[in-house]
């Protein structure tokens, strides 16, 4: 939530999905709509590129957030966040780029 102070200290340069592996890492409700975006995202990245290449990229994130993260909340969280669920701005699957 705060790319400007990452766990290194100074802007993250690492990617969101770095996140899913961090211990710390809290998933709360509203973080919901985000987390179905990212899952749309990863789907269509799918659709992009080689299936071997896409779950050596990008296997182990799905499996968190597909089997870890939003099974724990309710088919009815779910739907709230799904009608609220953004587009998201940045290409989060490939990480931070570098401003202009």
């Known amino acids: 939530m705060d790319i400007d102070n990452g766990p290194s200290g100074g802007r993250c340069r690492d990617s969101l999905l770095a996140c899913f592996t961090c211990p710390n890492a809290l998933v709360l409700e509203h973080h919901l709509p985000a ?3 990212l899952a749309d995202t990863l789907q269509a990245d799918l659709q992009q590129r080689d299936a071997e290449e896409w779950a050596t990229r990008h296997g182990a994130t799905w499996q968190v957030l597909t089997r870890d ?7 009815a969280q779910r739907a709230a966040a799904a009608a609220a669920r953004p587009v998201l701005p940045l290409n989060l699957i490939d990480g931070p780029k570098e401003q202009p």
Not at 69 to 75: A, G, K, T, V, Y
Request: hydrophobic share 60%; charged share 10%.
């Open 35 to 37: 987390l179905l975006a």
């Open 69 to 75: 993260i939003l099974p724990r909340f309710s088919p």
